[in-house]
Structures are given as C-alpha cells and as structure tokens.
C-alpha cells in the first residue's frame, strides 16, 4: 500500500508570492491534516479536513488555507508569502480520527521563501 | 493554552544504553499520547501509543510509562542502538488521530 504522498518535495518562492501543496493520503485515508515545521517552533497543527470539511484549525494567519476533494486528496494555500513562512509542511492522513486510528505521515514539502 | 513540554532537548547514550525522554502536559481533556521518531529527510513515523487508563505500554524495545495524577508521559529505548539516532517527538491529543499538540523534539545520538 502506497503511503501519504506530497507534491512538490522542494519549492522556492519569494515573498509576496502563494504557493500550493498537494497531498495524496493512503489509499481509504479520509481525514488529511497538515502541519508546519521549524526550527524556532517544531511541529504546529494547521488544519484538518474530512470528508472535504475543515473540522480543526490551528492558530495560523488566514493566508494559510486549505482544501479537500471527493477523493480525499489535498492541498494547501499560502498567499502573501513571507520569510517565516519557510518550513517544513507535514501532510498526515488516518482513517477516521473519530476512532483509534494513527496518523502516517508523509515526508512533507520544504518551502524556502527568498 | 495546550501545551506539551519535552525534555531533555538532546541526549547522547553508548550503544546498549537506555535513553530516557520525558513529557508533560497541562490539558486534561488529552487522551490520547503518541511518540513519533523521524530521521532526517523524512516525516514523522509513530513507535507508539498510550491512552491514559494505561500506567505502562511496551512495544518491542520501545516503552512508555504514563502517570495521569502527574501528567507526565515518558519514552524508554532498551538496548538502544546507533540506527535510533534520531529526532523523537512526544505528542498529545484529545482523540486519536485528531489534532495533535507536539512536544519540541530530542535529538538523540546513539554512539557505537
């Protein structure tokens, strides 16, 4: 079985500009949440969606946003960019975190913003 | 606020060792306590679980030990080995597979 899948692995932007994030969760994966990481703060909740609705947000700026299609696949949207927006963004999906389901990770997008 | 609290920030034990790593957290309302190791390049992996009507869990040679009165959490590496060098992240959250609170991280070295 395939795992959680992230696209692009590497993405360079400048400020000012967005960028979107893809995430493909294990196949029968519903619910797919992302999280940021860095040095400075580690690893921060963003969001979570299933069944193509939001259902948690983390404390983030409204430039970052997401959403969820039919197939469960994901993306992400930053808008504006800024320097401290460079991180590392986690996508994790799990069956239904209603029940005792772990969440796999994949191994994430590294944004750098110039 | 949530909040999980790890410590220590980097540990360096000889092969065969037993490295410790411990957390705290204030929420009450968490009930559900995973560890993740994650190596560099890649995402974080889980080793294991606890919940909180549970004081001792152990996996292999990985063990966590809860103490709710405390809310502490601790992760045990028995006869730890140079390919668990690695970062470990303890984590909380009020469901399982729900949003998870992260602890700021070990970076633990194994030295043959």
């Known amino acids: 079985k395939a795992g959680v899948t992230q696209t692009p692995r590497y993405l360079i932007k400048t400020r000012g500009q967005q960028v979107t994030l893809s995430c493909s969760p294990i196949?029968?994966?519903?619910?797919v949440s992302w999280y940021q990481q860095t040095p400075g703060q580690g690893l921060q909740f963003l969001f979570e969606?299933?069944?193509?609705?939001?259902?948690n947000k983390g404390n983030f700026p409204g430039r970052f946003s997401g959403r969820q299609f039919s197939n469960s696949r994901s993306e992400m949207n930053v808008s504006t960019l800024e320097l401290g927006d460079s991180a590392l963004y986690l996508c994790?999906?799990?069956?239904?975190?209603?029940?005792?389901?772990?969440?796999?990770f994949g191994p994430g997008t590294r944004l750098t913003v110039l | 606020q949530q909040q999980v609290k790890q410590s220590p920030q980097s540990l360096i034990v000889q092969k065969g060792g037993i490295p410790i790593i411990n957390c705290a957290y204030e929420?009450?309302?968490?009930?559900?306590f995973p560890w993740y190791q994650q190596f560099p390049g890649k995402g974080p992996a889980l080793l294991i679980a606890?919940?909180?009507?549970?004081s001792e869990k152990k996996e292999g040679r990985f063990t966590i030990s809860f103490n709710k009165s405390a809310k502490q959490f601790s992760l045990h590496i028995m006869d730890s080995q140079p390919g668990d060098s690695a970062t470990y992240f303890c984590?909380?959250?009020?469901?399982?597979?729900?949003?998870?609170?992260f602890g700021g991280g070990t970076r633990l070295m194994v030295k043959p």
């Open positions: 929420n009450t309302a968490f009930d559900y």
């Open positions: 984590a909380a959250s009020k469901k399982p597979g729900n949003m998870l609170t």
């Open positions: 606890i919940r909180p009507d549970v």
């Open positions: 994790a999906s799990s069956l239904n975190p209603t029940a005792d389901g772990e969440q796999f």
């Open positions: 969606y299933f069944s193509e609705t939001q259902r």
């Open positions: 196949s029968g994966h519903r619910s």
